[in-house]
């Protein structure tokens, strides 16, 4: 059970406003926060973390309906 949890990717939220998300950018998708910081994680730690923008993980948004 413990080297299964081991084994899973961390999952990393990026909250922020539209320049987190590349306002502006002509290749957005590529250029962005989120995508640039999961590049630079997967060079030092490949596959251990996965980077999200805050709106594409469910569980953050219901925590944030519930405040």
Do not use: W
Request: hydrophobic fraction near 45%.
């Amino acid at each position: 059970m413990v080297s299964v949890l081991l084994a899973a990717a961390l999952k990393v939220a990026c909250i922020g406003d539209s320049i987190t998300y590349g306002y502006g950018l002509a290749d957005r998708e590529n250029t962005c926060y989120p995508h640039q910081l999961q590049l630079l994680l997967d060079a030092q730690f490949p596959g251990k973390y996965e980077v999200h923008p805050r709106n594409k993980i469910p569980f953050v948004e219901l925590a944030m309906k519930a405040l």
